[in-house]
């Protein structure tokens, strides 16, 4: 398996709801990281995860929650978002958070929150 | 973590090859450079990294010169389907960060 899966590809949520996104990839990759992305523009770091703990922060607003229960998954809790969270949520992971490895993305989930 | 900078955008024929370069002055020793290519509502995929000289793999070839002030992603007979924005990259060792710049995006035309 070669792949970094994101469930759902799209969501709708107000902006009272709670909702989670998935990520779940099984290449034995040991960081894991989210990615936010508005159109046409390039992807923002949020989150990196390594050896499953949290290693960096990019001044992310608390109503973005990230978890990573395992090596193989990560989620991001959504609470009380803003219409300007809008945008593609994407996943990502490498072997290692190291420069020498590459990172595969999923392909994203689609959020709109109204 | 070295500024990468890119033309805007690029446009192609099919069966032509397409040279998008990448300007990076302030790369630091233990930087590499890669690249990215990403399709409209897909996450980006990784097309080919490099430190110096010139590297290829069956998808591209990637010539860094001497100096590695810049680079140069060179896609050989493209097609339509390589109609995507093409991001460069420069990091280091010790950064546990991706960071991506403003991207070009090449439109191939048949």
């Known amino acids: 398996d070669t792949e970094v899966t994101q469930t759902p590809k799209h969501l709708v949520m107000g902006m009272t709801n709670k909702k989670s996104l998935k990520c779940e990839q099984h290449?034995?990759?040991?960081?894991m990281y989210w990615y936010k992305q508005k159109a046409k523009k390039p992807p923002e770091l949020m989150f990196v995860y390594s050896y499953e703990k949290l290693s960096i922060n990019e001044s992310v607003p608390s109503r973005f929650s990230p978890e990573c229960p395992n090596s193989s998954l990560l989620n991001l809790h959504l609470h009380a978002l803003q219409p300007e969270d809008s945008a593609l949520y994407l996943c990502?992971?490498?072997?290692?958070?190291?420069?020498?490895?590459?990172?595969?993305f999923g392909s994203g989930t689609r959020l709109t929150v109204v | 973590l070295a500024k990468t900078t890119q033309p805007i955008s690029m446009d192609s024929y099919e069966g032509q090859e397409v040279n998008i370069t990448c300007s990076h002055n302030n790369i630091a020793t233990n930087d590499y450079i890669t690249w990215y290519q990403q399709f409209p509502s897909q996450g980006p995929r990784f097309i080919i990294q490099g430190y110096k000289t010139k590297v290829t793999n069956e998808v591209a070839s990637l010539f860094i010169p001497a100096d590695r002030k810049s680079s140069t992603l060179s896609l050989p007979r493209v097609s339509l389907s390589d109609t995507a924005v093409y991001y460069c990259?420069?990091?280091?060792?010790?950064?546990?960060?991706?960071?991506f710049g403003s991207g070009t995006r090449l439109l191939v035309r048949p």
């Open positions: 290449m034995g990759h040991r960081a």
């Open positions: 990502a992971s490498s072997q290692d958070a190291g420069q020498n490895y590459g990172y595969t």
């Open positions: 990259l420069a990091r280091g060792d010790s950064s546990y960060k991706l960071i």
